[in-house]
């Protein structure tokens, strides 16, 4: 008896203990307390820094809400001018046919069942725009072009466009050879300021952008060179022969297509004046690290991973560099950009006061696809290396540059007497979509992140 | 809090490896350090209190009697340190077990103080150890 009531005295020495016990911390307890407040963004850049790099506001909520939404119009216009119709012959007795009736059929089907836009149109262009039906183009595309006309001018096509077709939501999506013949020689210099002018004259769209997809396709039939004095070719051709999809409209409209129907093949592409939502980012502490540095986000322990953003610098020294990777989820830009080649030559990192360089820019290969850690999330990493540790709060800006594609230059001749896969003056037409979009190129994305020395 | 915990944990240099500093300052730190007081003081007050007064009993009153506490405060110390990495999942590294035996010391210090401040409210035992 004596025994029992003493040893429930014991009980407030382990009650004490127990009251102790929940003060702990602990990850998961954190995650939820503090889940709120992981919402709001707290990568605001340092206010005290001297010389801060612009950085743009992320705008990822805003522009997955306008991708969600259907396009209202999609407006479909196929060249069908002489020119075209190497590209369309009419079915021969084997039955064979070109690369482009293959693709551009397919094509057709597709954007006639998309649901990404909610009504879509069909025009053949001749003079001027002729509206069609889905079979009516589809039989076109896969049987020969009946009456083809004359000749189709690239400036009154765009103009008639942007004049009549431009509407906020709405793309204008047209497949021709883009082979530009001005009346007379005299003109071929002004090819830019030609394009820039059709695409400006029914007034000016801010928003206006253009994706420009490039492919190649057999060609059988007769060929019109935009010099017209070299005389056109019968029985063309030994040589595949380019041909286009131009998708215009305003920008998130652009985009919203380009994701949805033209981005499933490989092409060569273009892009003016489309913009993209910030892609996902963040820094690996555990990926290919090296050196002493570690997150220095506020409650870094109980974040989600994809949200780290500052580097936190303990020591550095060219013995001992500090090495991070920037994982990047660029599954939302269009194929060009996520090309490796472009992304080693374009994405440039820029600091302020520091020696931080960019060593490489990777893929993700099948390792970091199966891996449990944070990289799995990511498509591309970004590594950055720095010798010397920051003497404050730093801003970091890795930021992908707008630049034109190389193929344009391959693509492009100044005489196209000879049959080859290449367009006259394809890079004089790409100039005036750049001009018209403006003078100042952004950049495609820019990432920022915050320099600091550990505490 | 978090602040004085790292300052006492970091007297023996930064965590190891570098990445995983967040981890330990934010949630090891403060664990094991609310943990080892708590369990310190517990440990405290059971001889002087539990043992020594409540319960009566005469012949667990010795300096050697003290020292059994003593050194199973340290041990206990040094497995939560350990179990509490682990349970944070860190990367393994030979500072765990540095940051183990520093906690222990702790554990240590933390009960000789304790020691100091309670022993006078035992019957049995208020001049153990001295």
Same mark, same amino acid.
């Given at each position: 008896m004596r025994h029992l009531t003493s040893f429930s005295r014991l009980l407030p020495a382990l009650g004490l203990t127990l009251l102790l016990l929940p003060g702990c911390y602990s990850r998961s307890d954190m995650k939820t307390e503090e889940g709120a407040a992981q919402e709001a963004p707290t990568d605001v850049p340092p206010t005290e820094v001297p010389g801060a790099v612009p950085v743009r506001t992320p705008e990822s909520a805003v522009a997955a809400a306008a991708t969600s939404q259907p396009l209202q119009t999609v407006n479909v216009f196929l060249e069908v001018s002489g020119s075209m119709e190497g590209f369309m012959p009419k079915t021969g007795a084997s039955g064979e046919n070109t690369k482009f009736q293959q693709h551009v059929a397919q094509f057709l089907s597709e954007v006639n069942r998309t649901s990404a836009a909610r009504q879509k149109t069909f025009y053949r262009i001749k003079e001027r725009p002729y509206k069609d039906s889905y079979q009516g183009i589809s039989t076109t595309v896969r049987s020969g072009i009946q009456q083809p006309a004359k000749s189709t001018d690239i400036p009154s096509v765009l103009d008639t466009l942007m004049s009549n077709y431009y509407q906020p939501g709405s793309v204008s999506v047209l497949i021709s050879d883009f082979i530009y013949s001005p009346k007379n020689a005299g003109a071929i210099?002004?090819?830019?300021?030609?394009?820039? /002018?059709?695409?400006?004259? &029914?007034?000016?769209?801010?928003?206006?952008? @253009? =994706?420009?997809?490039?492919?190649? &396709?057999?060609? $059988?039939?007769?060929? %019109?060179? *935009?010099?017209?004095? &070299?005389?056109?070719?019968? +029985? !063309? !051709? /030994?040589?595949?022969?380019? %041909?286009?999809?131009? @998708?215009?409209?305003? *920008? /998130?409209? #652009? $985009?919203?297509?380009?994701?949805?129907?033209?981005?499933?093949?490989?092409?060569?592409?273009?892009?003016?004046? #489309?913009?993209?939502?910030?892609? +996902?980012?963040?820094?690996? =502490?555990?990926?290919? +690290?090296?050196? &002493?540095? %570690?997150?220095? /986000?506020?409650? *870094? =322990?109980?974040? +989600?991973?994809? =949200?780290?953003?500052? @580097?936190? @610098?303990?020591?550095a020294s060219a013995q001992q560099p500090v090495e991070f990777v920037v994982g990047m989820d660029l599954t939302t830009l269009p194929g060009q950009y996520r090309d490796l080649a472009y992304l080693k030559q374009n994405l440039k990192l820029q600091g302020v006061d520091t020696d931080a360089k960019l060593l490489d820019v990777t893929a993700t290969t099948s390792q970091t696809k199966a891996s449990s850690g944070p990289e799995s999330k990511f498509t591309h990493f970004a590594k950055v290396r720095l010798t010397r540790p920051p003497k404050a709060a730093r801003p970091l800006v890795l930021r992908l540059q707008d630049q034109r594609p190389a193929w344009v230059a391959q693509w492009t001749t100044r005489n196209d007497a000879t049959p080859a896969p290449k367009t006259f003056a394809l890079s004089g037409l790409l100039d005036g979509l750049e001009a018209q979009s403006g003078a100042e190129k952004k950049p495609i994305f820019e990432l920022p992140l915050t320099l600091q020395p550990g505490e | 809090m978090k602040a004085l915990f790292r300052s006492i944990y970091e007297l023996i240099g930064a965590p190891q490896p570098p990445a995983d500093t967040p981890v330990y300052r934010d949630v090891v730190f403060p664990n094991i350090g609310l943990l080892n007081i708590g369990i310190s003081l517990a440990l405290v007050v059971i001889f002087y209190y539990v043992i020594n007064r409540m319960m009566g009993v005469a012949t667990f009153n010795k300096g050697r009697h003290w020292a059994i506490f003593l050194v199973l405060n340290a041990l206990v110390a040094f497995g939560i340190a350990i179990s509490q990495a682990h349970a944070q999942q860190v990367t393994d590294h030979s500072y765990i077990y540095w940051l183990a035996t520093w906690n222990a010391i702790l554990g240590l210090i933390w009960f000789f103080l304790f020691s100091l401040i309670l022993r006078k409210g035992s019957t049995n035992a208020s001049t153990t150890p001295f």
């Open positions: 210099p002004y090819i830019k300021t030609d394009i820039t /002018d059709a695409l400006t004259r &029914s007034g000016s769209h801010p928003e206006m952008a @253009v =994706s420009v997809y490039g492919y190649t &396709s057999d060609f $059988r039939g007769t060929y %019109y060179p *935009a010099l017209v004095a &070299s005389g056109k070719k019968t +029985n !063309c !051709c /030994d040589t595949e022969i380019p %041909y286009y999809i131009w @998708v215009v409209g305003p *920008a /998130d409209a #652009v $985009r919203t297509f380009d994701q949805a129907l033209l981005e499933q093949q490989p092409s060569k592409q273009a892009h003016f004046g #489309v913009t993209y939502p910030q892609p +996902n980012y963040s820094l690996l =502490s555990k990926f290919q +690290n090296k050196g &002493s540095w %570690y997150y220095g /986000d506020a409650g *870094a =322990s109980k974040r +989600n991973a994809e =949200s780290y953003r500052v @580097v936190a @610098v303990s020591e | -």
